[in-house]
C-alpha cells in the first residue's frame, strides 16, 4: 500500500502565482485610474508592499494594509520666469535710392494785350481798329470790340461785322457780327466778342478789323486783344 504524499508548494511557486493572477487581474481592471482621475493603492503596514486597487470594482484593501490614494496627473509646476531678452539683430542694408528723372522743359506763360478806347467811323469799308505784335507760339485768344449804330437819319438798325487775322498770313480764327437797332437820341451799342487760338510759326501780328455791311453810319471802339502763349492746343 502506497502513501500518497502531498508537497507544499514552496514560497517561490507561490509568489509566481500571486504575479500572475495579479496580472491576469489587471487585464480585467478598467477603472484604474477611477473616473475623477485618482489611483487607488494598499500598501502593506508591515513589508511595505504596494498594489493597485479598483474601488469602482469593489476592490478594498485588507486588515494588514494602508490605504494609499495618488492622483494620476500631478498639480501643475509653478510657471517660469521670463526669459532674457535676445539681443538686437543688426539692421539691413539700405536700398539704393531709385534715380531721379530729368526735369522737363519749362512751359511757356507769356501773356501780351493791347487796347484801344477811340472810336472809328466804319463807313466806306474795312477799318483797322487794334493789332498786337506777337513771336512765334501757340497762343489763346480773347478779344472784344464796342459796335454802335451812328446814324442820325436813318431809322433803320444797322449791321458790322469784326474779324481778326494774323499778318502777314492772313488766317482769320475769330470773327463776330453784330446788328445794332436805330434808338433816337442815342447811339445804341453792342459788344461784340472774338475769342480763337493762333499757331504761329513765325512772329505776326494780330489783327482787329471791322466792316460795315449796311448803308447808314456805324463806329467801333473799346477794343481790346489778350493773348495767352500755351504749350499745346488740344482739341478741334
Not at 62 to 70: P, V
Request: with cysteine; hydrophobic share 40%; net charge negative.
Amino acid at each position: 500500500m502506497h502513501r500518497i504524499r502531498r508537497h507544499r508548494p514552496s514560497p517561490a511557486l507561490a509568489a509566481v502565482t500571486v504575479a500572475l493572477l495579479a496580472a491576469l487581474g489587471g487585464v480585467a481592471w478598467a477603472s484604474i485610474p477611477g473616473p475623477e482621475g485618482i489611483i487607488h493603492g494598499c500598501y502593506g503596514k508591515h513589508g511595505g508592499q504596494l498594489r493597485v486597487i479598483d474601488t469602482t470594482a469593489g476592490g478594498k484593501c485588507r486588515h494588514k494594509e494602508a490605504a494609499l490614494n495618488w492622483d494620476e496627473t500631478g498639480p501643475p509646476g509653478p510657471r517660469g520666469g521670463r526669459g532674457a531678452t535676445g539681443p538686437r539683430g543688426a539692421a539691413g542694408p539700405r536700398g539704393a535710392a531709385g534715380a531721379s528723372g530729368s526735369a522737363g522743359a519749362q512751359g511757356p506763360s507769356n501773356a501780351y494785350s493791347a487796347s484801344e478806347t477811340a472810336a472809328f467811323a466804319l463807313a466806306g469799308g474795312e477799318r483797322d481798329v487794334l493789332s498786337l505784335n506777337l513771336p512765334a507760339g501757340r497762343y489763346v485768344v480773347s478779344a472784344s470790340v464796342n459796335v454802335a449804330n451812328t446814324d442820325a437819319t436813318n431809322e433803320g438798325p444797322e449791321t458790322a461785322t469784326c474779324v481778326i487775322n494774323d499778318v502777314p498770313v492772313s488766317t482769320a480764327e475769330a470773327s463776330g457780327t453784330a446788328t445794332i437797332p436805330f434808338v433816337s437820341g442815342l447811339d445804341a451799342s453792342e459788344t461784340v466778342p472774338l475769342d480763337g487760338t493762333w499757331r504761329l510759326s513765325a512772329p505776326e501780328t494780330l489783327e482787329l478789323s471791322c466792316t460795315q455791311l449796311t448803308a447808314g453810319a456805324t463806329s467801333a471802339s473799346l477794343a481790346q486783344i489778350d493773348a495767352i502763349q500755351v504749350g499745346a492746343l488740344n482739341g478741334s
